[in-house]
C-alpha cells in the first residue's frame, strides 16, 4: 500500500474513533476484518488505546516539515496565488510522471479545500489539508472544441486555477479572448490538459470530457504536490496573481 495511501486511512480511522463510542467494524486494514464490540466499554478509553500507536505515527508522518512558503498564500476567484502556486506545480510533476508535454493545467476551485497557506514551514499535514481526497492527476487529449468548451466551463464558474499555457477573460459568464501559450485555439488542433480525475470523469459538469482518450499517471495529486515541495525544499514556496484569468 502507498504510504500516503495508508495515511489517509490511518486519518480516517482516527475520526471515526475519536467521534463515537459504539464503532461497529473496521475494515480492510491489510487483509483482516477486526471486531470492536460496543461491550467494550462505555467510553472511548479501549478504543484510544487500540489507535494510540497509530496516532504516534500519524503525528510524527504529518508533522514532518517538508519545505518553506516564502509567503501567504491565499485562495480566490477568478485567480489567485494559491491557486497559480498549486497548478503550475502540478504542470512540471505531472509533464514529468505522464512522459507528455501538457498544454495547460487546471484545478477545479472546489477541490482546493483550505483558503490559505501560511510564509513559513510547511509539514506534511498542511498537504492533506488543502487536497484531503485521494485525486489523480489525468492527462486528458481533446480537440479545439472541447478544449474551448472545458474554458467556457471554468468561466460559467467564476474561474478556476489554471497553469501559465492558459490565459482568458470572462465576460457574462463566458470566456474570451483565450489563448494557449500565447496563440488562439486552433481548429484541429490537439491539445493536451492535465486535471484531478475528478473532472476528467465527469464532475463539476465535465460529463463531455467522459469518453476523452486519456492518460493515467497512477500518481495522487496530493503525493505530486509532496514530491514537488521535497524536491525543491531550499527553494522557498512562491507565486504571483498574473492575470491569466480576468
Same mark, same amino acid.
Request: proline share 2%; net charge neutral.
Given at each position: 500500500m502507498h504510504q500516503y495511501n495508508r495515511f489517509s486511512i490511518l486519518i480516517g480511522l482516527l475520526s471515526l474513533f475519536l467521534t463515537t463510542c459504539k464503532v461497529e467494524h473496521l475494515a480492510n486494514i491489510e487483509p483482516s476484518v477486526y471486531q470492536i464490540e460496543p461491550s467494550m466499554?462505555?467510553?472511548?478509553e479501549d478504543i484510544q488505546a487500540m489507535i494510540a500507536p497509530y496516532k504516534v505515527q500519524l503525528d510524527s508522518e504529518m508533522n514532518q516539515v517538508i519545505g518553506i512558503v516564502g509567503m501567504e498564500l491565499t485562495k480566490t476567484m477568478p485567480e489567485s496565488t494559491l491557486g497559480n502556486w498549486l497548478v503550475d506545480l502540478l504542470q512540471?510533476?505531472?509533464s514529468k510522471v505522464s512522459d507528455q508535454p501538457i498544454d495547460?493545467?487546471?484545478?477545479?476551485y472546489g477541490g482546493i479545500r483550505i483558503s490559505s497557506i501560511p510564509k513559513g514551514p510547511i509539514n506534511r499535514g498542511?498537504?492533506?489539508?488543502?487536497?484531503?481526497?485521494?485525486?489523480?492527476?489525468?492527462v486528458v487529449e481533446l480537440d479545439a472544441?472541447?478544449?474551448? %468548451?472545458?474554458?467556457?466551463?471554468m468561466a460559467a464558474d467564476g474561474g478556476w486555477p489554471v497553469s501559465k499555457g492558459l490565459s482568458?477573460?470572462? %465576460?457574462?459568464? %463566458?470566456?474570451?479572448?483565450? %489563448?494557449?501559450?500565447?496563440q488562439p485555439i486552433e481548429e484541429g488542433r490537439i491539445y493536451w490538459v492535465s486535471m484531478p480525475d475528478y473532472i476528467a470523469n465527469g464532475g463539476g459538469n465535465a460529463e463531455f470530457l467522459k469518453d476523452k482518450n486519456r492518460i493515467q499517471t497512477g500518481h495522487l495529486i496530493r503525493d505530486l504536490?509532496?514530491?514537488?515541495i521535497q524536491n525543491e525544499q531550499d527553494v522557498p514556496q512562491m507565486a504571483e496573481v498574473e492575470g491569466r484569468v480576468r
Open positions: 466499554g462505555s467510553g472511548s512540471e510533476e505531472t495547460f493545467t487546471l484545478q477545479n498542511k498537504i492533506f489539508e488543502l487536497m484531503p481526497f485521494d485525486n489523480m492527476a489525468v472544441n472541447h478544449t474551448r %468548451k472545458l474554458i467556457h466551463l482568458y477573460q470572462i %465576460k457574462d459568464g %463566458k470566456a474570451e479572448h483565450i %489563448k494557449i501559450h500565447g504536490i509532496i514530491q514537488h
